[in-house]
């Protein structure tokens, strides 16, 4: 029995003007105020988010939300994380020592803000992501501490390239996948979407088979392979559409009421 869905963002559960459609808003809130948890799954924090979850009404003692791609579970009320997974700034001098020697612009993430890294500007993150701060600073001024995360944020021209030339060490030392066509992120390894939602499932009493995604991209690969229930948009990559359990209609055309206007059509009467 599903119990929990859990959504992308970018491409899913968002139009491409970045709104959800007053379809998907409806739909959402008739099944959240069943008792059916509405989980938003994003590599965003959550503060970038905030309109979206509000919007839905997202905002009961029991409503939580998986950001950095599953380093972060995070209670939308209280701000408690119940879970995350981060990395030391030693982690990151394989990719720090990597982007040094191309040239390539990099934002380094903790779990509140975002350090821009000014050695070699031009990356596009903050036209991307909003209500967070961005702090302007020298590789070697990177502070100490836990970091949930490092992203190329750079015109999909120009990261296509990049990509398709990274070393087989740095796909080894970090989970790295493509969220966007202009971003690329790399994660510490074991972190995904499924291993975020697996904690927050386990909080909830309910395993995989009470789990319902829906998503599109190589970073909702996991837990659209994971769920009893993994939907991708029309407009999903293929890889991921090899692992669905259904294929929607594209995010264009509200593909997330669509399936549940199906799935859940006695309890939407």
């Known amino acids: ?6 959504l992308d963002l970018d491409n899913t559960l968002l139009n491409n003007n970045k709104e959800i459609s007053a379809r998907n808003e409806r739909v959402l809130k008739a099944l959240h105020a069943q008792g059916i948890h509405v989980v938003l799954c994003t590599g965003r924090p959550i503060n970038a988010i905030w309109p979206y979850i509000e919007q839905l009404g997202l905002t009961t003692p029991n409503d939580y939300t998986i950001t950095f791609n ?12 119940l879970y995350e997974f981060g990395m030391s700034k030693d982690d990151l001098t394989p990719l720090l020592s990597y982007v040094n020697e191309k040239g390539i612009p990099l934002n380094v993430l903790d779990f509140d803000q975002v350090y821009e890294l000014n050695d070699f500007p031009g ?14 600073i020298a590789t070697a001024d990177l502070p100490d501490k836990t ?9 999909a021209e120009k990261l296509t390239p990049i990509i398709a030339d990274l070393p087989d060490e740095l796909k080894t030392q970090y989970h790295a996948v493509q969220s966007q066509p202009m971003i690329m992120e790399f994660l510490p390894l074991g972190v995904n979407k499924a291993a975020g939602l697996k904690v927050l ?33 029309e407009n999903g990559l293929p890889q991921v559409k ?5 294929i929607t209609d594209s995010n264009e055309n509200d ?11 006695t309890q939407l009467k």
């Open 201 to 233: 499932l386990e909080h909830f009493g309910e395993d995989f088979s009470n789990l319902m995604t829906f998503g599109d991209a190589d970073n909702d690969l996991e837990m659209i392979e994971a769920a009893e229930q993994g939907i991708v948009m």
């Open 255 to 265: 593909g997330v009421a669509t399936y549940c206007e199906q799935y859940f059509a």
């Open 242 to 246: 090899a692992v669905a359990t259904a």
């Open 70 to 81: 599953g380093g972060l579970v995070i209670n939308n009320v209280t701000k408690e994380h």
């Open 147 to 155: 970091f949930s995360k490092a992203v190329m944020a750079i015109p």
């Open 123 to 136: 990356s596009i993150y903050r036209t991307v992501l909003k209500n967070i701060h961005f702090e302007n």
């Open 1 to 6: 029995m599903i119990k929990t869905i859990a």
